[in-house]
């Protein structure tokens, strides 16, 4: 059984349920420089085993694995510590916030020959499961298009002062989980066009950067591909809409995964039409916190996938490159949002040489 440390217990504390409810690895100790969310956690989950040195992680020879929550600008500088120190690394998203780094944690990964994987966790939700299982087993024909959207009610979110700051930006907080499906069926995106505002709602509460934005993507074999974020707005009934969809259609067929519904809609190649929705067992194991706040399943299924990865030895995704592909496309659309231009992916590798 592989042994697993987290760094950073905020997100991490969805990490902290998934280790010690998983038969395939064993949580031996937890690191955040914040000491009382250190007890906070120790308490809830009657875990004591803590520190706020990371060093304390980075020195334990019995650690395999580093699973890092910290907020995004601290990555690389962990990223790069744990490499290092010879272990595994899971990521959360987005996987850094500068390109400037992606070429030496590459270098890093290969000369360590350690594993990273990304923490991209909707991709490991029940029903975006099913929906790519019936994608690769031909359940819809071949792919046309894909929408996808993040749609929220966070006007609360502008209470926090840091999400009035310059440096906040709902492009990389919210839209990277959209973004990252659009990816995963069409991994060769070419350019990117979009356009944004800060809406009525943003501009009273003070917020600096787009709250309302969509964009239309372009990949290298002519398909397109669209994503839409508004995150200041009151949504639609659930039942109606989902905060978060993603629809594939395709030549003989279509499909709809929603999240934070456990519901997923699919209209087969032979014409039958189903929409399958989970029980509470599933509910459960996938929200197992206050409301939806954290999800425990999905950090639970990623890292039994991971370790998996490791012991049979084959490459998990998203993987390093592919962490690093999101990003660049999320700085692709940033720099579109700035220039009511497209642009084009190649060029933002090709500035970090990449």
Known sequence: MLKIAILGLGEGRSTMSAALESSK???????????????????????HSYTTNYDDLLNDESIDIIAIYTPDHLHAQ??????????????????????SDAKELLELSKTTGKKV?????????????????DYEAGLIGDLITIEAQYHADHRWFLKKEWSLLQSFKWLYGGLSHPVDFIRWYLPNIQEVMGYGMISSNGAVAGLKNEDTMHFIFKATDGRIARVSGVYTSPTQPAQRDSGMSTILRATEGAS???YHELRYAVTDKTGEEKVITWGDSTIKYYFRFEGQSHHGGEYQNY?????????????????????IGTVAL??????????GMPVKIADVLNEYGL
């Open 303 to 323: 890292l039994e996938y991971f370790v998996d990865s490791i012991e049979q030895n084959f490459e998990a995704y998203p993987n390093m490159e592919e962490g």
């Open 256 to 258: 709809q995964a929603d």
């Open 330 to 339: 999320l700085q692709a659309m940033d720099k579109s949002l700035q220039t």
């Open 25 to 47: 690895l064993e949580l031996v100790k937890v690191c955040d420089r914040n000491e009382e969310i250190c007890k906070q956690r120790a308490k809830e989950f009657d875990f």
């Open 78 to 99: 962990h990223v790069k510590q744990a490499l290092l120190a010879g272990k595994h690394v899971v990521c959360t998203k987005p996987f850094i916030d500068d390109l």
């Open 117 to 133: 994987f990304i923490g991209q966790s909707s991709r490991f939700f029940e029903p975006a499961k099913r929906q790519r299982a």
